[in-house]
């Protein structure tokens, strides 16, 4: 068992006991699967958009997700909004860039919320990650054309100038604070084939930092349960419709205890 192992078993354990409240601000694609993510795996979900609403909705949430998978100006004033308003209250945050790079909009909304209010985590496939770099870089709808390799030095230069935690999703995951950087290997091919799982990768490690107040071993230990449970649901389903919806009864069934002798994080 691994000293990051056993970190990832307890927080786990952790949710299962507190069952944390996660505000997802996210895309129409998948708000229904990241909210049934979050209930497998024993936390609860929120999925709040209205501007209105996002004071008394981050009161009672243990963290925020902000994903800019479909947007329109209403949902980016109230993003805007609720970052501003975790980071009053003091709530663990998480960007996810869909799609950054691809279009002007999706990339300036991106780079805008970083600048307003400064997540705690930002996740990404190497190509999102890419584009929020000084070089930036173009990628192809909400695919990444680049391997987390690609992403590696632009990641921990990202994370160095901003302060925070980059996590670079895809094969394997980079998790770095520019300082200290994780390899988290898990998962499988068939993840991508299934629309969303980036998403629920997110929702995942908002889960986790709501429990763990080190974003680096919270998002590693969130990636290292999310590919477990993966791995686990395509050991016995091996076409995507069912496979996702083993992942959520893998996601329900994996045991802290085997998240601790089964999570594999190497330092890169």
Known sequence: ?????????????????????????????????????????????????????????????????????????????????????????????????????????????????????????????????????????????????????????????VSRSLGTVIAVTGERDLVTDGERSLIVSGGHPLMGYVTGTGCAASVIIGAFLAEEKDSVVATAAALAFFGLAAERAAAVENKPGSFWIRVLDELYAVTPDELARKTRVSEA
């Open 1 to 157: 068992m691994t000293s990051y192992g056993q970190s990832a078993g307890e927080i786990l354990d952790r949710i299962r006991k507190s069952k944390p409240v996660v505000h997802s601000i996210t895309n129409y694609v998948v708000m229904n699967s990241t909210a049934n993510v979050l209930l497998a795996m024993g936390a609860s979900p929120i999925m709040a958009h209205a501007p209105e609403e996002m004071e008394d909705i981050c009161r009672i949430s243990s963290s925020l997700v902000i994903n800019i998978g479909t947007l329109s100006k209403p949902w980016i004033e109230s993003m805007h909004l609720a970052g501003r308003l975790a980071a009053v209250m003091k709530k663990p945050y998480l960007l996810d860039p869909v799609g950054s790079g691809a279009t002007k909009l999706r990339t300036d909304t991106a780079v805008r919320l970083i600048e307003s209010s400064l997540p705690n985590v930002i996740r990404g496939n190497a190509s999102e990650i890419l584009s929020l770099s000084p070089q930036g870089a173009t990628t192809r709808g909400v695919d990444s054309v680049h391997s987390m390799e690609d992403a590696v030095d632009a990641a921990r230069t």
